[in-house]
Every structure is written in C-alpha cells, then in structure tokens.
C-alpha cells in the first residue's frame, strides 16, 4: 500500500499545498522518526541538495552550547546530552533528568554534521527542558526528550499495520519506510512527503485539548517563534527544520499564517517567547557517553527505532552503496550482504554464551534462507529487521518460546540490541565527580569500554587491594550509584554469609551511572565528602527520632561507615551508639546491636578498625541494658509477644558466642540470673514462659523434676487450653529435640487432648501443627512411633503416604470419580479432559 494514494483529509491536503508555498519561499521541511536510518539518508540527500543556511533542530535551545562539542572530531556516538531541572514540588529536592540522545544514524546527528561540511549555521529549536519536562513520570532517570508515544496510539497506523498484515507499528515503519531502495531514499521529497503523511494521520486522531495539556502545543509555539524569528531576520535565508514528524503539521500550519506577515513575530509570541528564553539560563546540560543498549531501553515509540546495532549496520551498508556508486549493484545486494553477516555474527555471540545445542554452520545457513524467502515473500529489496527475527526464530529456536528457549531468544535480541558505548572528548566540561569516579574505577582495573555486564570477584580477606575495590564499590553503592551490584559474599550489614572470603560484583559503567553522578555532583565534588556529609544527615535523623533511638539502627551506621572507608567517623559513632544503648529500652533493638558488634569485632581487620577495646567496651554498657529489658517480657500484645520470644532466642545465641570474645566479665551468670528472677512473672506469657524453661533446662539451669513441675502445672486439670498448647509451642519452637528427650513432653500433651472435645481440638488444631513443625523428618518418624505405642496404634497408620487400602476406601474412591467425570460432562469440558488424559498417555 502506497501513502500517496490515499484518500487524504481536507486539512492534511492544505498543508501539503502550504508546505510548497513554504518550500518556494525557501523553508524545507524533514520530518522525520528519531534515529531512523531511512530519515537520516534523506536529511544528507536533502542538504547536499538544498545547501540550507540554516539548519534547525528539534531539541531544547538551551542545549545549544554543546553544538560545538557534538560537532568535535573525538566525539563518537552514541551519546547523549543530559538535561537536569530542579524539582517542581515542594520537599523533593531531587533533580529531573532527561537525556536526548543522538546515534550515527539519527537523523538529527547527520543533519548537524552535514550541516558543518555547508557551513549552516546550527541551531536546537525546542522549548528549554525545564519548561517541557514531566515531573509526573514514575521513573524520572529515564524520560527522553524524543517521545513518539502518540503515534504508539494512533488509531489509524493500527488500522495500516492489519492492512499490510505487520504486527505493530516497528514492523510497519520498516515495510514502508526503512526497507525502501537507496534510490528512493534519495529522492527526499518524496520520503518526507510520506513520513508528513504517516505521522499527520496519526496526530489527527488526537483532540487539540490533549495536545496542549501534554505540552505539544507549548513546544511547538516555541519552534514556530525560532523559524519565524530567523526568517524575519534573513527574509531569503534556505532555512532546513530538522523535526519529529509528529510536529510538522502544526509547524507548517503556523507558518503558512505567518507567511502574509513576512513572519513576524505577534506581540505575544514575542513575551512568551522571551520568558522561555530567559528560562533557558536555568538548564544545566552536558555530553555523556551513551550506549546502544541504553538506547534501545528507550525505543519503540518512547524515543524512536529499536535494536540499534542492527540499524547500525544498515546504516552501514546504505553509506558503503553511497560510496560505490560506480559499482551499480542493486540495494538488494548490500541488504543481502548486511543481513547474512549479521546472522553469523549472532550465532557466534550465542556460541560464546555456550547454550546448550549452539547455533551450527547448518543453523545459520537455514536462518539465511529463511530470511532472504520471507524477505522476497514481502516484497522487501533485501532482508529486513523483522525477516532477520523471524529466520532466527525459525532456525534456531526448537520448538516454542518456553523457559527453556526464551533466554536464547533474549540473547538473540540482546545481539540486536548491541552494547556499543559512545566517546566524548578529553576535557569535555563534565562536573569533576563524573571523572574523578570514571578515573577511580579505571584505576581499579574496571573494564569501562562497554555496557556490557561483568564480572568481579574480590578477595577481601586476603588481598589488600581487592579490599579497596570493594570499598569503592560499597561506597557507590551507599550513594545511589548503580554502577555494581553484588551478587554474592559476605552482607555485613545484615549479618549473612560472613563465614565466605570472596565478594562477586556485577558491574557496568552505563549512562545511567554518568547521568546518578551528575545529579549527586549538586552535592561535592568527591565521593568520600559527599559520603561523610550523607552519614552525619542519617546521624541527625537519629538524633532527632526521640523516643523511637534504636542502638541496632546506630552500629549499623558504624558499619556502613567502615565498610565504605569513613573510618575517621567511627570514633564519634561509637560516641552516638553509647547514648543510644542507654536509651534503648526495645530489647529486639538491643540484641541486635549485640550481634552486630560481634561481627565488627570478628571483622575489625577487614575493616580497619584499629581500637578493638573500643567494640569489647560497649558490651559492658550493652548487655546490663538488654539484661534489664528481660523485665519487658511479660509486657505487649501477641505480636510484641513473638517480637519478644525471637529476640529471647537471639540473646541466648548471643550470650554462647560472648567467650569468643574473652570478655573480662562473665555475662553467661547475670543472663541465667535474670532468667531465674522471672519465675513466676510470665504465666500471662505461656509462650515466653515455655521458651524460658526450655533454656533454663537445655543450659542446665534447670534439672529434669523442675521442667516436670513446670509441665504439670502448664497441663494440669482446669488450666486454658490456649495458654497450655502456647507453653507447648514455647517449649518445641525452643527446642523441638526435647519431645524426643523428654517423653513426659509428649505424655503431657497426650493425657490433656483427650480430655478435650471435637470443637476444642479443632480450634487449636493449627497451633499444635506449627509447633510440630519444629521437628526434622527424622525426628518427627521417632516421634510418631513413640505416639504409636503409647496409643497403642500401628505406625503405618500414622505415615503421611498410604500404600495399602480396604475394600471400603477403593469403593469410596470410585464413587468420587464416578462423580468427577459426572461434573465434568455437565460442564462441558469432558472431551477436553479426555483428550488432555489420552495426550498424557500416549506420551
């Protein structure tokens, strides 16, 4: 199907009249789709035609200072300029972020260097990115300033993608667009006369309210008053406008008013357009490197084309025809050509990846064939994005897209996609902390060429400069820096696995990371300043919590400090946890604190922490203060109940590991001391009373006949079932091996279920199941027997898996299937069933 042959509303038909008017009076139009190869050949086929003096660009104007820097010869794409605006709310002090990225194919990259070689003057047209920013986006980090959303909607390119059977609009803009012969990509006019009408349609079907209310209308406005300002000035100036599509109609509309008024500006146009100006000088932009796999994070209508690396190398081959003209072969050569060597190079990136049954010489060869037959099937001069997709599904993909291919398949994408990383020049202006961070992490032999995900494993224990690569990255990753994240290893904030040697990071300098930099460069100019200044503000904030001061939240911020290198901080740290132990009353929060100390003082090597005196000397102050909170036992509701009973547990563990320390005191005596002045102050607590009879006993603080007395009286006649089983649970979550060595245990629950009803064992039935739980499968079969001879029943009885069956069972099951198949029928959906059941059969 042929644009130009549809029937086209009345206004679409006057802006194509107007556009000519405009032409003759020497404005041309591109308008074209963000980094689409098709559009980028037609804008150089354009300039060397027209040789416009001027060249205007789609992109904020206050970004207009970095022309001279994308024009320098080092600078590579990708890359991407980075806008930043303070918050538009009140509290939120973090910047908005949005990046405007450009690759070799962008056709805003070609027009700004075609333009050079004419010597054109160069110009960004578009409102200042703190006027046009949306700071209701979820993920500000991410926006871009190249959106097409509206044309993802459009009502009319999904009605054009079922008539030229394409499953969505990518697949449509390369049949229609990309896939075109060098010839008629050359033959501009007619290009963007069909990209004017493609996107036109599209912007139709959206109401002029919506438009303003999304910020198009603004931006627009602000276009029109930069083309007409140059106009005025220049009256037979060749002006160029370089913009998205989606734009056009509304530029050529307000310039074909403007046109009987040689131009000029209305008084209003004039005041908004100098407010904006002026607004301009609040932007903050620089170049960063950009990456293809980023810029495919941003693709579809968000922000343009997807998979660039395969765009690049169509944009590749469509340069390689330019230049051997003189060679006269047909498009469909250089396309064939591309698309076969991109193939292999797919299938040896799948190999390196070592899947299971890697791509052969014979998958590659059937991919090729599939891909040029369905290329020629859709009339296409040479295999497409999507032929090459679906020859590689075809050939490489056995059977459908389950878990088991689909990371195959991801990985061909990811092939597609590309990790290509852009180059800035050397002394680009960037805020220090950017290269003072990239200069650190090359330093520390990080590999930063691509974005691809790597790999590093630290041995921290041993090798001393693994240790400060791991700072580094703790460092970053106190700061919000996603720069590595890690995998595996020791988590000393947490406690978990400290018994490794080795941390495993997974790294990639991408950017996203430039961009978190420069936003933390409002902050300093150096990691470790703006750690400090971070840490004394979490220091504030739990100064100023009152009565909520946690001594587990204060010797986590001593660790963080050390594990990132502040070490300068820790002695007035621990200055703020000894206030905090006296004023912690939560006997959770002090058992905690308890065992983070003794991990700092397992690892106070590790993390440079000279003055271990200083860690043993807050177990003085730390355990009196936890022992006295013992008092706080029988207090709270259930919930604070179990906070108590793990935080008992947890203190216990605490007191086994103290010898370790050889501390100077014997703390093991005053716990069992406390313990004792609590007999008969938790009877309200059956659960914490269970918990702490079975400590007593397991630690010989208590014998044999006095566990017994406790159990009578737990159990005896008249007392709540709900606080006997509680006591019961006490005792087994504590430790579960006394039901094997204690039978009285066991004898005791026994004798009080059966004096109990139907509806009273139902009720604390799932109680009695957790507390049983407890047991390890071996422990749980010896209980079993041991409940099978006291009852005088067969162990078999008693299994969780029933091999033998009555008469009476078989027939009580056949009657339920007999039932089943019933249902089934009456629902319809018994031949399904079968033919489900006779496919299992077979198999």
Same mark, same amino acid.
């Given at each position: ?397 056995? !059977?459908?897209?389950?878990? *088991? #291919?689909?990371?195959?398949? +991801?990985? /061909?994408? @990811?092939?597609?996609? =590309?990790? %290509? ?124 919590? !009152?009565?909520?001061?946690? *001594? #587990?939240?204060?010797?986590? +911020?001593? /660790?963080? @400090?050390?594990?990132? =290198?502040? %070490? ?276």
């Amino acid at each position: 199907m042929s644009l130009s042959s549809m029937a086209l509303p009345a206004r679409i038909r006057d802006a194509l009249e107007a556009w000519q008017g405009l032409q003759a009076a020497q404005i041309y139009f591109a308008p074209v789709r963000h980094h689409s190869p098709a559009c980028a050949y037609a804008v150089l086929s354009l300039i060397e035609t027209v040789k416009p003096d001027h060249i205007l660009i789609e992109g904020p104007d206050s970004f207009n200072a970095l022309i001279p820097t994308l024009l320098d010869q080092q600078t590579c794409p990708p890359v991407a300029i980075l806008g930043q605006a303070e918050a538009l709310k009140k509290g939120d002090d973090t910047p908005r972020s949005a990046y405007f990225p450009f690759c070799e194919y962008s056709p805003e990259w070609q027009a700004l260097q075609a333009g050079r070689q004419q010597a054109a003057t160069l110009r960004f047209i578009d409102l200042p990115w703190n006027a046009q920013r949306d700071d209701e986006q979820p993920d500000t980090h991410s926006q871009s300033l190249q959106k097409e959303r509206y044309l993802a909607h459009s009502q009319f390119i999904s009605q054009l993608a079922k008539k030229c059977y394409c499953r969505d609009h990518d697949e449509l803009w390369e049949h229609l667009f990309e896939l075109r012969t060098v010839a008629a990509l050359t033959d501009w006019q007619r290009l963007f006369h069909d990209t004017f009408i493609w996107c036109a349609l599209a912007r139709l079907d959206y109401e002029p309210e919506v438009l303003a209310a999304e910020g198009s209308s603004r931006r627009e406005a602000h276009m029109l008053a930069h083309i007409q300002t140059v106009k005025q000035q220049q009256p037979h100036a060749r002006i160029l406008v370089v913009t998205g599509g989606f734009h056009t109609l509304a530029l050529i509309e307000g310039l074909a008013d403007a046109l009987p008024r040689q131009f000029a500006l209305t008084a209003d146009q004039q005041q908004q357009f100098l407010a904006m100006q002026k607004r301009a000088e609040k932007d903050s932009a620089w170049l960063i490197r950009y990456s293809f796999d980023r810029l495919d994070a941003l693709n579809g209508y968000a922000s343009g084309m997807p998979s660039p690396a395969y765009y690049q190398k169509s944009w590749e081959s469509l340069l390689q025809q330019r230049q051997e003209q003189a060679e006269n072969l047909p498009t469909q050569h250089y396309r064939t050509q591309a698309g076969v060597a991109f193939l292999a190079t797919v299938a040896q990136a799948l190999r390196e990846k070592h899947f299971d049954n890697p791509p052969s010489y014979l998958s590659v060869k059937q991919a090729a064939e599939q891909s040029l037959q369905l290329a020629a099937l859709r009339n296409h001069p040479g295999p497409g994005r999507y032929d090459l997709l679906d020859g590689l599904q075809s050939a490489f993909i056995k !059977g459908s897209l389950d878990e *088991s #291919q689909q990371e195959l398949w +991801l990985a /061909i994408k @990811a092939c597609f996609s =590309g990790y %290509q990383l852009g180059n800035i020049p050397v002394g680009t202006t960037t805020p220090p902390l950017v290269a003072e961070t990239y200069a650190r992490a090359a330093a520390f032999r990080f590999k930063l060429d691509d974005t691809l995900a790597k790999t590093t494993k630290l041995d921290i224990y041993r090798n001393t400069q693994h240790r400060l690569r791991s700072r580094f990255l703790h460092l970053l990753s106190f700061l919000d820096i996603h720069f590595a994240r890690r995998v595996n290893g020791p988590d000393f904030l947490a406690g978990h696995q400290l018994d490794l040697l080795f941390e495993e990071w997974q790294y990639a300098w991408t950017p996203n990371v430039e961009g978190e930099l420069i936003a933390l460069s409002e902050k300093g100019t150096q990691l470790e300043a703006i750690a400090l200044n971070t840490l004394l503000v979490m220091e504030e904030q739990l100064e100023a919590q !009152g009565q909520n001061r946690s *001594s #587990q939240n204060a010797v986590t +911020l001593l /660790i963080q @400090a050390a594990l990132i =290198g502040l %070490q300068q901080r820790i002695p007035s740290l621990f200055t703020l946890l000894d206030r905090y132990i006296q004023q912690d009353f939560r006997l959770d929060s002090l058992t905690e604190c308890g065992h983070k100390l003794l991990q700092l003082w397992r690892c106070h090597t590790l993390l440079d922490i000279s003055d271990v005196t200083a860690i043993e000397n807050r177990f003085h102050q730390l355990l009196p203060q936890t022992f006295f909170c013992l008092e706080h036992l029988a207090q709270g509701d259930e919930q604070q109940q179990e906070v108590h009973f793990q935080a008992l547990l947890a203190l216990r563990e605490l007191i086994g590991l103290l010898p370790e320390m050889a501390l100077s005191h014997d703390y093991r005596h005053d716990f069992y001391q406390q313990l004792a002045r609590l007999n008969g102050k938790l009877n309200s607590v059956p659960l914490l009373k269970g918990a702490v009879d079975a400590i007593c006993y397991l630690d010989d603080q208590a014998d044999a006949a006095t566990l017994t007395t406790q159990l009578d009286n737990a159990f005896s006649t008249g007392s709540d079932p709900e606080s006997a089983v509680a006591y019961f649970v006490g005792i087994m979550r504590t430790a579960p091996e006394l039901a094997l060595r204690l039978p009285l245990l066991i004898d005791s629950l026994n004798r009080y279920l059966a004096g109990w009803d139907e509806q009273q064992f139902i009720g604390i039935l799932p109680e009695l199941r957790f507390a049983f739980s407890q047991l390890t499968p071996k422990q749980n079969a010896n209980v079993a027997s041991y409940i099978a001879d006291i009852t005088q029943s067969n162990a078999q009885d008693l299994s969780l898996h029933q091999v033998e069956f009555s008469d009476a069972q078989l027939l009580t099951a056949l009657h339920l299937d007999q039932q089943l198949q019933q249902s089934l029928s009456a629902q319809g959906l018994w031949d399904w069933f079968g033919a489900e059941t006779e496919k299992g059969a077979a198999s």
